[in-house]
């Protein structure tokens, strides 16, 4: 693995391409997020929003179904699933991928 400066690149997509994929810099805006550093995360890589907020609710969910002898988490998760199936669901969010991968590459990540 190589540095460059203070940090580790392991992306491999990077490596090869030289652009940043999509997800560069959510390890780094997550940090930021949990550091109370909100528009920072947001600016470094708006995705580390949603894996703070998944991060943060789903080891409290998963608790609660433990207690509660219950599968509440996985059910909405199939739910999910199958809503995310919709090209009417699908197709917005991958161009908010695409969008996310161009702000990427506008910041030179």
């Known amino acids: 693995m ?3 400066g203070s940090a580790l690149e ?15 810099g959510a390890t780094r805006s997550v940090s930021s997020i949990l550091k109370g550093d909100f528009i920072q995360g947001i600016i470094t890589n708006p995705m580390g929003l949603v894996i703070s907020v ?3 609710i789903t080891p409290v969910w998963l608790i609660g179904d433990l207690f509660t002898e219950k599968e509440t988490l996985h059910q909405f ?3 999910v699933e199958k809503v995310l199936n919709k090209k009417i669901v699908f197709i917005p969010l991958i161009i908010l991928i695409l969008c996310n991968w161009v702000w990427n590459i506008y910041k030179n990540l």
Do not use: A, E, G
């Open 77 to 79: 998760y199939l739910r």
């Open 2 to 4: 190589q540095t460059s």
């Open 54 to 56: 998944i991060m943060l």
């Open 10 to 24: 392991v992306c491999i997509f990077k490596k090869i391409t030289s652009l940043p994929c999509p997800s560069c």
